[in-house]
């Protein structure tokens, strides 16, 4: 497994190193946009990054917009900026999770790991579990118990799009963007927490634990 972190504090690289690499991880770090970027354009492979917001010749949503137009790979961002605008900025420019500095290194080190277990797991997958729910994406049916759970073809694109990026904060914009399609069918901001009310409703039963999470302010998470 390796391990991209962008980082100008050389202390905060040294910790991250250490730790990480006890956990058989291989670690590359770089200090700022540029040569960070130009490791992106190499083509090296890595299975997760880990970015710091602010660099001496940038940000890190420069960098983590250049993984996004390449790759899917989970984005971490660790940064001090801990406010509700560089949140939001940070998953609309497609991160995977968001933690604030100081952080604890064993928290950081669990939230990686169920990252890469939920990003593997789906990976080929045809069939996938959803709380008690299984989606056939080949077929385009969803069941429970055996039983088929009719969905209208806005909550079928919805629920693939949670799908999709599952245990990945979404945004309201994001989902917007990824529901528009040439078919015509409009969501707006408004209809779509109708449309998220209805799948729920459909996918969860009394005492079911949550599918979809919703994270004031920001948007939703499926489990």
Known sequence: MKVFIVEDDPIIVE??????????????SFGNVADAIKEIESEAHYDVCLLDVNLPDGDGFQVCKAIRSRSEVPVIFLTACDDE?????????GADDYIAKPFRIRELIARIKAILRRTRSDQGKEVINVGGNTVDIMSGKVFRNGEEIFLSAVEYRLLLTF????????????????????????????????????LRKKLEEPGDKPVIVTVRGVGYRME
């Open 163 to 198: 799908v999709k990026s599952r245990g990945q904060l979404l945004t309201r914009q994001q989902i917007l963007t990824a529901m528009w399609d040439s078919a015509g069918d409009f969501v707006n901001d408004n209809t779509l927490t109708v449309y998220v009310r209805r």
């Open 85 to 93: 605008i560089h949140t939001v900025l940070a998953f609309e420019q």
């Open 15 to 28: 910790g991250l190193t250490i730790a990480l690499s006890q956990e058989g991880y291989d670690v590359a």
